[in-house]
């Protein structure tokens, strides 16, 4: 297992370094000189060179890919190009939004799911079950903003019982405050993330269902919650781990598009307006730390993988045939 | 004998449900694929036309109401399913060419290759969809292009991912052992057999990709990084009517349910396809892809 967690540790971190080198590229090898965004149109040639100077365009493609990762490395980030304030405590700040945002949807899309999967599974033929999987089947063709737009109108805009946007500006100090501006955006990131992860419960509930160990189980006497429980539950986890994997992921990216929709000033607002006012800076830090979140979750994953399916660990990849 | 009619009870029960699957899918994909050829034709108003009144509700000479400019919404949601299909179409055939041949690449290369590529396609796994678009779009500019491309291309390390995996396994048989000893050439091979035997699950795949690429560019237009005006995306009229929910609530559900038909019939459709491509698959077991074909959305 050791042996297993420093290989994936390894996996990990040249997976780091190519994506740093794949959002580089990306933003620099393509035509168009950042200085450019700093500027208006007509201006003067001094100007120009001193704004490549600020942005560092001036420089060699190496030279620049250098500072680049000497500051990924310390979490520096650089400074923005258009407030000229550092990235490294914008991202934290941020991070102070997007982060809970993201872990509370998250669990609350998993207490919505999981239940509801198993019902779905064991209760297939009943008409709640049924429901339940017609209405997973419509969440996941709805888009996360879309709700947001919905909830707002009816629970904000009409009934008034939520903020329909914003943040309190001291942060956290005031915890109730921030909550209720949290609601509706996890609300609705849970409501469409659940609906997907209900269908990877279910179907990992009814592949145990089918097993030929639980049914050899039930025929030596264990009753039918019983046998679920102890042996269904370890089983069915193994699949719906690497799901939980990565609808973290998706929870988190979610939270990019539902930061807009609630106008919350977490990492996804940040992204949007990094991109429209080209402050590669900006975006480069936020791809970065996000990409580094996502990867952090997907070793995890295999990792607890592992951990609850000793028969998985000789192989690098459990994915891999 | 018993397990035999058991069997026999299974295929077709579950054949029975699922080609009716398969038609409320082609039938709600057939709606926005009619809408969109429509519009190439005909059209109710000019979509720069604002000299309706601002925010008129559903009427006979509106049927979906207009928007804050006046401008007609059953004329705009028209150039959304063409514009909506076109981002579909053309991602899905960019992940389609560049991922099965990179994925047969893969299958074909020798180890240290197919490693490289594989790692390669990890990454870009694990990079989501939304973040290489807008990766892609804060480098190119917001453009349909930029959207069309940025989202293929994410597809098409999926699309890889899973082609590299069948194309392996059925490598690996022994009929293709066989086949080459009698000296059918890589070329044969991967007409012969390789293609027709991974072209379903691949099929049923780009089905559901297509629908996720719909909302990823519903998203990018909402974020106001997709197509710019006068291209009346879905998502960019959802970003629009945003602010007059209340006051003309068409203008911001109409789009939305625009969305849900679209997507809704093309994840039928790829139910339909996979149970039609495998008959014996239990009732509703496995009624999502394998969770290797997937990455963040």
Known sequence: MTIYILRRLVVLVVSLVLASIVIFALLRLLPGDPANALLGVGATDAQISAARAQVGSDQSIWQQFGIFLRQLVTFDFGRSFI??????P????????TLPLTLLSFVLAVIIAVPLGIIAATKSSRWYGATISAASQLGIAIPVFWVGIL???????SAHLLPSGGFPRDDWKDPAAALRSLTLPVLTIAIVMSASLLRYVRSATLDVLGSDYLRTFRSLGGSFSGTLVRHGLRNGAVPVIAILGIELATTFLGAVVVESVFTLPGLGSMLVLGISQHDYPA?????????????????????AQRLVDPRLRDTVSGNRP | ????????????ATRRRRSWTLVVGLVLFGLVLATAIVSLFWLPYDPADTAGSRLEP??????????????????QL??????ALAVGIGSVAIGAVIGITLGLVAA??????????????DILIAFPTLLLAMLIVAAQGASLWSAVLAIGLAMSAIIARLTRILAKRILALDYITASRTSGTGMWGIIWQHLLPNVWPTILVNLALQFGLSVIAEASLSYLGLGAPPPNSSWGRMLKEAEGTVLTAPIGAIAPGIAIVILVLGLNLIADGLRDIGDPLRRVSARAVPAPTTEGPR
């Open chain 1, 83 to 88: 407030s000229n304030l550092p990235i490294g």
């Open chain 1, 90 to 97: 914008e991202i934290t700040a941020r991070l102070v939004v």
């Open chain 1, 151 to 157: 909830l707002i109108s009816w629970l904000a805009l």
């Open chain 1, 283 to 303: 975006v480069q830090g936020v791809l970065f730390v996000s990409t580094l979140f996502v990867l952090l979750v997907g070793f995890g994953a295999d990792i």
């Open chain 2, 1 to 12: 004998m018993t397990a035999v009619v058991a069997l026999e009870a299974i295929t077709t």
């Open chain 2, 58 to 75: 559903p009427s006979l000479a509106h049927w979906a109401g207009t928007d804050r400019l006046g401008r007609d919404l059953a004329t």
């Open chain 2, 78 to 83: 028209m150039i959304g399913a063409r514009i």
């Open chain 2, 108 to 121: 074909f290369a020798g180890r240290v290759l197919d490693d490289g590529v594989s790692a390669f396609l």
